[in-house]
């Protein structure tokens, strides 16, 4: 201990040090700082940003920010980048002053596109080898929509749900899902921050656009994805002061609300507070047998139109940020203080049939962050970030119930308390994040990338029905390390090529049962590491059609869920393998314009050959009582494309839409290890997999409609699922329940005035009320309306 604080207090005196040192180094300089942005208000990253005859320069970031400091003189500024005219700008560079210069470049006809906006905030980020689309939230910011129902707009994405507000999620994209894909907020990672911070309960306003990167990923997110990322880049607003304030009301009794504001002043000071909470009844009907309590028997023949009795869900979080910006020392230096609270009520299990009446779930999570970012630290080209968090997340359990339910509200005694187990239990989870990401450049050919995430996560467990009951005096702990080192080669503007390799550390320890009553427990640990590999590359075969390659021996570390469970419905495997996976892409995209009309059409193939693929699987438990685990299924072949076209006219009409074919099957061709029998399920799909599905849509605008400045939208957007089977298919027909293919369509008006600053929006989901079904065919909300009301205020 008195090693580690030593260590710790050493670590902070160096990085005190280097502060003063770069402050010092910069008091003999003035700064220039400020945004690159193109004629259409998309970031343009990457920019070089320098001082002519000088050797003072400096590159944008993701962000589009840069910054470089110099000798007090007059200068040129000049500001290029691939596929936009180079702009030249007087500049006037005074000691221990800083001056902010906003540069907008305009796309050339001559060269290639740096970004390309298919239309209705879909962009394609070209210059990147890897299969990425960035989704601009602002077109969807009047409405309710979450994040999660965002991100259906990009090719191959699927949002699954197993209910209303609240309710557990999962994103499929090209095949995999849940948690093969990983979530980060402005590249960082979100484990283990609670269901508070879950996609479905962020509101859109949150976010000034989605980057979703399909199969192999930059190693700068220094994550262990097989799937892909989804990157949530918040705003970072410039002004002087701002408000972005909205309500929305609806169907089940729903209410969501959002606040955002803040204030950046002259001298770097900057503060945000961003604030939001979402309530729902969840009181749909949904169409199910009942339990009939005088046989005791569920008549699975005989359904009936019952309503959801026990599923409100409300979540509140605040996040608040201070710190300062565009300093000598610093680009960025953030304290930020995330707090969030959350109480579910269980309407069901696994399965539909089984329904809970008094069984709920409540939580509550602090978070204090903190972020550093700096360009040209040290030498020129050399930009690093910093980010490091803290979770604490304490979380109960309660069944308590002394009473059994069924669909129609009906309860007679249970001969124990407990609809599901009897318990009501605390879980204190801790959560360590730590990232370290350098770049470095070397002019504008080379760039080097090296990435470090290191997480530490430790739950214990309390039994509150007893006073007396202490914890588990075992915990159930994991840490993980994972390194990555790239390098970008980009010799001309038809093509670039990144090699990569990543390294993957984990370890585990926890209880594990000696007896067969699960009585008596001793504690287990083990580690487990790998090394993984790739390559992406991307060619213009000519200026408007692009092609994108890409491999990667990928690996996924089992999650804290999948080794220790939920300590309620779901149980967890200490003894799980990592998954790990061949990932092949390709894809070819086609942007063209020809007058005020605009094409794009796109077209990727993907190829997975997964080894001890993690599965989620039903289990049944005595009592005629049912929950869900997790194991290693063998080897796991997945083939499939993905198609997207979308047109728009001048600034009237935007159209398009997406179309997903993906092929999951059972690699396992015999039963056990060592003998020669053929598996029943060798070739068949895997079951509870969407495999076919596409969605549309059609949004008209109507722009100065009353006065200079308002615009009226309309959007229809609709999502077809074909039925696929909730079990084998291959298991025979008693057993090959199927879920049942789906059409949904919904509309959206919405009204903004005064170039924004007041909104009004009305929305209708699921309008012919299609019955829907997902996740293990539990049943989603039907026909719904909603309104929202948005201000925007600010300079």
């Avoid at 999570?365 to 080209?381: D, H, T």
């Amino acid at each position: 201990m008195e090693l580690k604080t030593k260590t710790r207090a050493n670590a902070i005196i160096l990085f005190l040090l280097l502060l003063h040192l770069t402050s010092a180094y910069a008091q003999q300089k003035g700064i220039i700082s400020g945004r690159v942005v193109s004629s259409g208000k998309e970031v343009v990253d990457f920019a070089t940003v320098y001082l002519k005859n000088s050797s003072y320069g400096s590159a944008t970031d993701g962000e589009g920010l840069y910054r470089l400091e110099a000798p007090a003189g007059k200068y040129t500024l000049v500001v290029s980048a691939i596929g936009y005219h180079t702009v030249e700008k007087a500049i006037d560079v005074i000691v221990g002053k800083q001056t902010r210069q906003e540069i907008i470049l305009s796309p050339s006809t001559t060269e290639l596109e740096e970004v390309v906006v298919v239309s209705n905030g879909l962009s394609r980020m070209k210059r990147s080898a890897f299969n990425a689309v960035a989704i601009d939230t602002r077109a969807m910011q009047n409405s309710t929509q979450n994040l999660s129902q965002a991100l259906t707009q990009a090719p191959g994405m699927k949002l699954r749900e197993s209910g209303g507000v609240g309710s557990e999620m999962q994103l499929m994209m090209d095949g995999f899902s849940g948690k093969h894909i990983k979530i980060f907020i402005d590249g960082v990672p979100q484990e283990g921050v609670g269901s508070s911070f879950g996609l479905n309960n962020i509101p859109v306003n949150y976010a000034e656009r989605i980057e979703v990167y399909k199969g192999v990923v930059p190693v700068g997110f220094g994550t262990d994805a097989i799937g892909g990322v989804i990157n949530i880049v918040t705003k970072k607003n410039r002004n002087r002061w701002f408000l972005d304030a909205s309500y929305s009301y609806g169907s089940f009794n729903t209410h969501k609300s959002y606040v955002n504001f803040g204030q950046t002043s002259q001298s770097g000071l900057t503060y945000e507070i961003n604030a939001f909470q979402n309530y729902s009844d969840n009181d749909y009907s949904v169409d199910t047998p009942v339990k009939d309590f005088e046989t005791g028997a569920i008549n699975k023949k005989n359904i009936e139109r019952v309503k959801r009795f026990h599923d409100t869900y409300h979540n509140e979080a605040v996040v608040g940020k201070i710190g300062m910006v565009d300093k000598a020392w610093a680009d960025r230096l953030m304290l930020s203080f995330t707090y969030s609270n959350m109480h579910k009520d269980i309407q069901t299990g696994v399965r539909q049939e089984v329904v809970y009446g008094a069984k709920y779930r409540k939580g509550h999570s602090l978070m204090p962050a903190l972020e550093y970012r700096k360009s040209n630290l040290f030498v020129q080209g050399l930009d690093v970030t910093l980010t490091a968090n803290y979770n604490k997340n304490i979380t109960h359990n309660v069944d308590t119930s002394a009473y059994e339910f069924n669909w129609r509200g009906e309860m007679r005694p249970l001969r124990m308390p407990g609809e599901q187990s009897y318990q009501h239990t605390r879980s204190d989870n801790n959560n360590w994040n730590g990232t370290l990401t350098a770049n470095y450049r070397i002019g504008q050919a080379h760039l080097f990338t090296l990435n470090h995430v290191l997480n530490q996560f430790k739950r214990s467990n309390r039994s509150l029905l007893n006073e007396n009951t202490g914890a588990e005096a075992i915990a159930k702990e994991t840490r993980k390390n994972i390194t990555g080192l790239s390098y970008r080669l980009m010799p001309s503007e038809r093509w670039n090529l990144s090699a990569f390799a990543k390294y993957y550390d984990q370890y585990v320890a926890g209880p594990i049962a000696t007896s067969s009553a699960q009585d008596q427990y001793t504690r287990t640990s083990h580690s487990l590491n790998s090394l993984g590999y790739g390559a992406a590359g991307t060619y213009f075969i000519r200026k408007s059609l692009q092609a994108k390659l890409s491999y990667e021996k990928a690996y996924r570390l089992p999650t804290n869920e999948e080794m220790f469970g939920d300590e309620d419905l779901e149980t967890g495997d200490l003894a799980i393998q990592p998954e790990n996976s061949d990932n092949y892409n390709l894809n070819l995209s086609y942007n063209e314009r020809f007058g005020a009309h605009t094409v794009y059409l796109e077209g990727g193939l993907v190829y997975r050959d997964t080894k001890d693929y993690i599965q989620r699987k039903l289990v049944d438990l005595s009592g005629g009582k049912s929950g869900a685990a997790y194991e290693n299924h063998g080897k796991v072949e997945t083939k499939g494309y993905t198609l997207s076209a979308r047109y728009g006219f001048d600034d009237w009409v935007s159209v398009g839409g997406n179309y997903t074919q993906m092929n999951v099957r059972d690699n396992v061709r015999t039963i056990a290890g060592g003998t020669a029998q053929e598996s029943l399920t060798y070739g068949a799909r895997m079951p509870n997999l969407p495999y076919r599905f596409a969605n549309s849509d059609v949004s008209f605008y109507w722009r100065d409609l009353g006065q200079k400045g308002n615009l009226l939208t309309l959007t229809y957007d609709n999502l077809y699922m074909h039925s696929f089977p909730l079990y084998s298919e291959a298991l025979g027909s008693e057993t090959k329940f199927v879920i049942p293919s789906q059409f949904s369509h919904n509309l959206t008006l919405s009204y903004s005035l005064k170039n924004g600053r007041y909104n009004l929006s009305f929305e209708c989901r699921n309008f012919t009320d299609e019955k829907l079904y997902d996740n293990f065919s539990l049943q989603k909300a039907g026909r719904a309306f909603y309104a929202k009301l948005r201000v925007y205020l600010g300079n």
